[in-house]
Structure formats: structure tokens, C-alpha cells
């Protein structure tokens, strides 16, 4: 061990899990303090785990975003699922995320029952009561003793991660659950997924936050190429779609929507990076990949 480190050091792997909408891409941005998930005001926008490390001098918390828990009806659903239940089965501490807007009983007992049905009764679990911004002070009392009557939580902290409100108490809860033990991480990293994954994903929050109903369902981004060297970082990526009718709607008129999709992802990718972007979008159709095993292995969705 570090003879440098604190006795009490400690460090673990800490999931993020809760039904699709509930805020934890949000939250995991917030702690981190860098935008690394993709957040959008639909459900299921995240399709597989993302680490993010908060780096302290007495602690290392290995954070993993997860896709929201949800009944799969098709392929991609059952693999972001067993995404989310592997991370949540191998972690440290659960932070289990509700959406408190959610909160007469029923609504609470499935938000509860999806995540703790997967997790022994050993594992601790801080449950963060999220989105405390749009509920009224008065309903937040009852919806914590509801919960805490239906599982014993570790801690229970009301929180807007939206806001960045109940962040630190949240943070000491968990800190404090965390094993003793040495950094997993150097102290300057902060992901490990390649540079790859952020770019594709950047693209598909613009078409998540653009489109209605089916379209960001059926759509899936990859970076094809990626090349520095030139005045600008020259970044070609494919927005799959499972039908040749959708292709249209993502062009546009005269090409309109895909150009407009491009100058948005291509401000949140420079910014991302830090660097001068030449982005070049293009839109092909994979028959339904959202249902084949070899279209989400070469998606690395699978
Ligand atoms: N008002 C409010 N909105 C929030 C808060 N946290 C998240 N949101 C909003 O809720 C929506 C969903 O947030 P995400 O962070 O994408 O939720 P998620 O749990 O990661 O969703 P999936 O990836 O689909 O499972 C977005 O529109 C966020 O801006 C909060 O504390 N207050
Ligand atoms: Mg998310």
C-alpha cells in the first residue's frame, strides 16, 4: 500500500441504478464534475454502464452510471438490463436512484422492487430521493418513510442532482460505506472509455433531444473515423437507423436536420475534447439492429 495514503483510505465501486428517467446520468456528471453520460428528458437514453472516478485525498469512488432497470420487450432492452444488473451485483455500495415525483406507493414500490429484487440483503444500499426540486417540502417526509418502512437502507438523502442540492451529504453516506483500502485508479483519471464512446454518444444525445417517438429508439451512433493531424481533429460518425423510410427524417429537407444535428454535436464534442472539430455525419440504415446480437457486438452494446 501507498505509504503516502491515510490509514483509513478507502476506495470501491459504487452503481448507479434506478428506473429509466431518474436522474443518474445527471447525478453522475454532477459528482464527477465533468459531462462523461449523455443526458436527455427521455427515458432509456443510457444504453451501457460509464464510469466516472471522484478522485479525494481519502478516498477513490468508482462511480458506474447504468441504463435504467425496465421490463426488456426487445434485444437491446435485455442487454442494457443485464448492463445495469452486472454492475449493480458487483459494486460496493448500491445508490439506489428514485425520481421522487413518483411517489405514491405503487410508483414507489416499483421504483424499489426493480433494483433490490437483483441485490442481497448484505450489499449497502444509500438511496438518493432525486428531482426534490419539483416536489413540495411537505410530500418528501412521507415518501422517506415509505421507503425506509420498505428496506434498511443505509441513508436516505433527498437530493437534486439537477441542482447539485444534498451532493456532499449524499457523497460522506456513501464515502463512509466504501471498503478501506488503496486507489483502484491514478489520481488524475477520470473514465476509461476511449474518446471513441463520448464523440458517438455527444451525436446521439442531439438526436435524442430532437426527435420524438421512435426515431432515437431506432438509432445508434459509431465513430468510423477519427483522425488528428490536420488544422482540425477530422471526426466521421454513422447514425444508424433501422429503416430506409427513417433516413429521410434525419436528413431533413435539403439536408437541414443532419447539418443542425452536426452543428450542435460538433459544440458539445469540441468542447468535450478541447480541441477544433471537423465533424462529418452520415446516415446509413442497418436493418434492425436493435434486435441482432452481431449489430449490438460491433455496437459495443453487447
Ligand atoms: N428538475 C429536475 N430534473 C432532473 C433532475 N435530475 C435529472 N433531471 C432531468 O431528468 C431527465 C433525465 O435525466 P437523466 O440524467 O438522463 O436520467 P437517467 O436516469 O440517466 O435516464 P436513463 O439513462 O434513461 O435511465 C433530464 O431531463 C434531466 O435534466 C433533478 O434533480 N431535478
Ligand atoms: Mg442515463
Redesign the pocket.
Known amino acids: 500500500m501507498d505509504t503516502d495514503l491515510p490509514g483509513n483510505h478507502r476506495c470501491g465501486y459504487v452503481a448507479i441504478g434506478?428506473?429509466?428517467?431518474?436522474?443518474?446520468?445527471?447525478?453522475l456528471n454532477a459528482l464527477v464534475g465533468m459531462k462523461l453520460?449523455?443526458?436527455?428528458?427521455?427515458?432509456?437514453?443510457?444504453r451501457r454502464n460509464v464510469l466516472g472516478i471522484v478522485t479525494e485525498e481519502s478516498y477513490q469512488a468508482v462511480l458506474m452510471?447504468t441504463?435504467?432497470l425496465l421490463d426488456p420487450a426487445y434485444r437491446l432492452q435485455s442487454a442494457m438490463r443485464a448492463q445495469a444488473l452486472s454492475a449493480i451485483r458487483g459494486c460496493d455500495v448500491l445508490l439506489l436512484?428514485l425520481d421522487a415525483r413518483k411517489h405514491d406507493e405503487q410508483a414507489l414500490d416499483d421504483q424499489l422492487d426493480t433494483a433490490l429484487d437483483a441485490i442481497d440483503e448484505q450489499r449497502p444500499v444509500v438511496l438518493a430521493i432525486?428531482?426534490?426540486?419539483?416536489v413540495p417540502k411537505e410530500e418528501l417526509l412521507p415518501i422517506m418513510e415509505y421507503c425506509a418502512g420498505k428496506w434498511g437502507f443505509n441513508a436516505l438523502i433527498p437530493?437534486?442532482?439537477?441542482?447539485s442540492d444534498g451532493l456532499e451529504t449524499l457523497m460522506q453516506e456513501i464515502v463512509a460505506l466504501l471498503p478501506v483500502g488503496p486507489p483502484h485508479y491514478p489520481d488524475d483519471v477520470i473514465t476509461e472509455h476511449p474518446e471513441r464512446f463520448f464523440v458517438a454518444e455527444l451525436v446521439r444525445e442531439v438526436v435524442f433531444h430532437r426527435f420524438s417517438k421512435e426515431i432515437p429508439y431506432a438509432t445508434a451512433t459509431q465513430v468510423e473515423e477519427f483522425r488528428r493531424g490536420g488544422k482540425k481533429t477530422y471526426i466521421r460518425v454513422i447514425i444508424y437507423v433501422e429503416r430506409q423510410s427513417q433516413k429521410p427524417i434525419l436528413l431533413g429537407k435539403g439536408g437541414k436536420s443532419i447539418r443542425q444535428i452536426g452543428q450542435t454535436a460538433r459544440v458539445s464534442i469540441e468542447k468535450f475534447l478541447g480541441e477544433e472539430v471537423y465533424l462529418d455525419l452520415q446516415v446509413k440504415v442497418r436493418e434492425e439492429w436493435r434486435h441482432r446480437d452481431t449489430h449490438l457486438r460491433d455496437l459495443d452494446l453487447l
Do not use: E, Y
Open positions: 434506478g428506473i429509466p428517467n431518474a436522474g443518474k446520468s445527471t447525478l453520460s449523455i443526458i436527455t428528458p427521455r427515458p432509456q437514453s443510457t452510471d441504463p435504467g436512484m432525486n428531482k426534490v426540486d419539483l437530493i437534486s442532482a439537477l441542482r
